[in-house]
C-alpha cells in the first residue's frame, strides 16, 4: 500500500526557515519523481518544487532561491528546506508522486 507521511511544519515568522520531510512507503520509492505541492486559503493547490528519480530539481518562480528540494532514497525520504520564508509562503505543503498524495502539513508564516 502507498503512503506518504508529511511533517514539519509549524508557525514561524518572516525571513525564517523549515525543512519539510515526506516519507514515503510501500513502493520502489528511488524510481520515481516526487513533487511538492502548497494550497493557501481560497487558492489553488499549485506546484512549488521537483525532484526527478535521478536527481535533476525544477522550482516555481515564486520560490526559486528560496527553496531546496532533495531526496534521501535510502530513506524514501524527500526534504523541501524552506529559508527566508514569506508571508505569502503560509499553506498547506503536499507532496505528490504519480497520483499517491500525502495528507498535507501546515505552514504558517506570521509575525
Known amino acids: 500500500q502507498v503512503q506518504l507521511v508529511e511533517s514539519g511544519g509549524d508557525v514561524v515568522q518572516p525571513g525564517g526557515s523549515l525543512r519539510l520531510s515526506c516519507e514515503a512507503s510501500g513502493f520502489a520509492f528511488r524510481f520515481f519523481d516526487v513533487h511538492w505541492h502548497r494550497q493557501a486559503p481560497g487558492k489553488q493547490r499549485e506546484l512549488v518544487a521537483s525532484i526527478a528519480s535521478g536527481g535533476a530539481t525544477n522550482y516555481a518562480d515564486s520560490v526559486k532561491g528560496r527553496f531546496t528540494i532533495s531526496r534521501d532514497n535510502s530513506k524514501s525520504t524527500v526534504y523541501l528546506q524552506m529559508n527566508s520564508l514569506k508571508l505569502e509562503d503560509t499553506a498547506v505543503y503536499y507532496c505528490?508522486?504519480?497520483?499517491?498524495w500525502g495528507q498535507g502539513t501546515q505552514v504558517t508564516v506570521s509575525s
Open positions: 505528490r508522486i504519480t497520483a499517491y
